[in-house]
Structures are given as structure tokens and as C-alpha cells.
RNA sequence: CGGGGAGUGGCUCAGUUUGGCUUAGAGCGCUUGGUUUGGGACCAAGAGGUCGUGGGUUCAAGUCCCACCUCCCCGACCA
């Protein structure tokens, strides 16, 4: 892509009412722009981000096992009646009645419709076990939305759902999306905790919560130096570890992941059976599994970011590498980048050439701030001894390279995944 | 919902205390021309504003009064 004609709209300051840094650098590297209270638009930068992030998770959840399909945003609300969920969520979620009285709500969560749909479908124990997700908008009428991504109304959400016949497979297939999860997190470029969580409104006994530790996190984990003893912050007392007995440290963190042992409290409530061997009806039993996709844009950069911007991990970064011609108005130099452009395209790189007017500082300042790992940087002095820059975000580190060998370097160190 | 703050061009803000030299300003960004080109350049000329909305007070309102709306921060909720 070339800049000149791309639509990122960079920015020198930050709208004052952003706080988290994330927030900040989201809206200056022109990735998203806020619609109003808690609704985000993602505009073309932020939208291959968020692509990155959900090619990841389908790559790991279909490797666990687990199917895709997309299920409806609208949904009846007679089915929440089902399972008494329409009062516990009365006040999160967003109703409507439609020009026939109908009474709809936006979907918060898709426990109660994929129940309904596994019911209808799935009446013996041969089709058992079944792992279906979804990646889609959810919508929750937030008490209060805050930190841009990190609390919106409108957001993109990973959930899962497992179906198996006993408990053995539901701790088999929990087991399978734990992996994935932390497959998925790592591969995010982030550093996360694990704790035991509290399963809240979504019932079920075991639950656990992947949580990243940042600045603008919402929610406090008890961490344990000593033994790595993790858990999440239900009451103000003063605890000690329960396993050393040292004193826990507290930290801030974003819940990325929440991963449940639902048990059979929606397939009870809505009658998801099936028959087993000997024609007895059984109660499936569930498990459900989130991520917050557009949440973690945000986890991501509030733990990759300097004072220059965002420093994408390569895995999600929007582009694989910047070309800068620092003078832009220098033919040799030019040229120069539209062939090393048009050679990287050609070996499959995702690549973004910056081809406008304008002085050195703006590009470095926008190229530092939209974060892309690598860089090449092509100018007239260095020309002069057939030399180009290749710069490292991350690093912040400048190697002098044969012009010659430019692109072969660069395919390296992509391959390396440096 | 309770407590605290804020709404003035795309972004950051000044002006509001004490109404009138403001035909509403500045910087950044944008347009045109020129000079520049290794870390957010310079000169010149431009475009762009219902001062959140409605009502009121007054000869006169961005400025005073009333009501409402929106946004942000602190608490309950969650991916």
C-alpha cells in the first residue's frame, strides 16, 4: 500500500479525553476513532489489526478441534426467559421491539441461542462431543465504558462452546481451549496471568480468566512472587499467599480470556438431551470460552508501546515493513523504494511505502507511531555509498546494509520472525 | 445512579471571573504558490466556527440566569 493514498489519519495530540495509553495511541496512529460514548468505528488500519488478531484464534481454535459458524447479533428475548437470564442481564443488555411487538435484544453472549441451536441438531451421543465458536459484535449496555477498546458497548468477541456427553469430556475439551488460549495470548506478543476466577452470571463450578498485566487494567490480581501463586482480588482484606504465605503483590490487569465449565445449566433450562448407548436420555454438558478480540488490540499495545508509539509484535502488526525514501522528491531514491516495494509484495510481505511529500521528521514520527517492526529507511547520503538503513522498532536499532541486499535481509529477518 | 470535571473550526487550547475593541482568536492540520528535505521546516496567500441545545435577562451574551443534552474521571458490571 502506499501512504499517499491510504486512509490514516496520524495525528500529533490525543483528544484529552483519552486517558489510557493504548486509548491514546489507537487515536493517534489513526487506527480508530470514537463514534460516541463506547462505540468505536475501526478504520483501515485498526481493521488489519483486528484481522491479524482473529486469524490467530481461528488458526488455534480449529487446530483444538473447534468449528466456526456465525450466529445471529439479533435475538428473541423469549429465549432468555428460558433460562431467567433476561432479569440477571436486564440491565446490560440492549432491547428493542420490532414493528410486530416482537421483543428482541442485541446479543450480550450466545449461551441460550447455540443451546437452542445444539437441541435442535444434536440428539445422540455419536454426534457428541461438538466445539463451535464464533467471532462477533457483541453489544452491552455498559454501566459505564471507559478506556476506548478496553470497556465499549459495541465490541468483537471470540466465544466458544462445547458440547460433550459427560464430565470427562468437558474437562478434555476445557484442557484443549486453555491451550489454545495461552497458543493465542503468546503468539499475541503479550505477557499474561492465569487465574481462578469466580464464574458470575454465567454459572457452572470451574473457571478461569486469562489477565493481562497493564497500566489501564480494570481489574486487580494477587500475584505471588515467591511460587507464582495467582488469583483475582475478591475482597479488600490483607491476604497472604496460601501456598508460601508471602505477601501477594497487586496488579492492574485487562481480562483477555474467560474460559468456563458451564455443567448443564443451560442445556437443562432450554432441554439440549441426547440418547446415549443404551437409549437413556442424558443432559449435554457444557463449557464456554471468551475472548475479548477488540479488547486485546488494546492489552496488546498497552504492553508494546515507547514514547515514540505503538511497537506492534510481528504477528499482529499491519504491515510486515515500511519503506521511508527520506527524500521524497529524490528520483534515485524513489525509485529505489518502488522497487524494493514491488519486489517484497512480490515475496508475499505486506508492505507500506511512504511516497508523500514532506520533510524526514514527519515520516520517522508517523512511522515510529504506527509501530511497524521493521523499516527501511532510503537516503541520499547513504546512497552515495550504495548503503540503505534497515531499523528495528523494537530495538530502536539502525544496521547499514548493501543496497544490493536489501530485500534478501529483509526476507531473513521476517523468516526469523525476530 | 452517586461524587468530581469539561463542552469554542479536524486536533490542542485562549477568551467567560468584571457582558461592549471580537466583523469570534492562536497553534497544529488542510488548500495554493515558492523555498526546503535524516527526526513533526520556512515565507506568502487562503478555506474552515449554529462558541453543546433550547429558553430567558439586557440597548448589547462565547461571557449572566434557567432547563436539557453530550463527553471524561472515581465507584457497582464484564470479554
Known sequence: MFWSKAFIPTLKEAPQDAEAISHKLLFRAGMIRMLTSGVYIYLPLGLMVLDRIESIIREEMNAAGAQELLLSC???????????RDEQLADIMIRFEDRRGRNLCLGPTHEEVITELVKNHVNSYRQLPVVLYQIQTKFRDEIRPRFGLIRACEFVMKDAYSFDRDQKGLEKNYEAMFTAYKNIFMRCGIKFLITEADSGVMGGSVSHEF??????GEDIVLFCKKCNFVKTLTEDKQENCPRCNTALEKKQTIEVGHVFQLGTKYSKALGANFLDEKGQQQTIIMGCYGIGVSRLISAIIEQNNDEDGIIWPREISPF?????????SNKEVMDLAKKYYSELVKKGAKVLLDDREGTAG??????????IPLRINIGEKNLQNGKVEISLRREKKINLVDKNKVVSEIMNLLKKGA
Open 320 to 328: 510486515d515493513v515500511l519503506v521511508l525514501p527520506v527524500q521524497s
Open 74 to 84: 439479533i435475538q428473541p428475548l423469549e429465549l432468555w426467559k428460558k433460562t431467567g
Open 362 to 371: 514527519v515520516k520517522f514520527k508517523d512511522a515510529d507511531l504506527i509501530g
Open 211 to 216: 489477565m493481562v498485566p497493564a497500566q489501564s
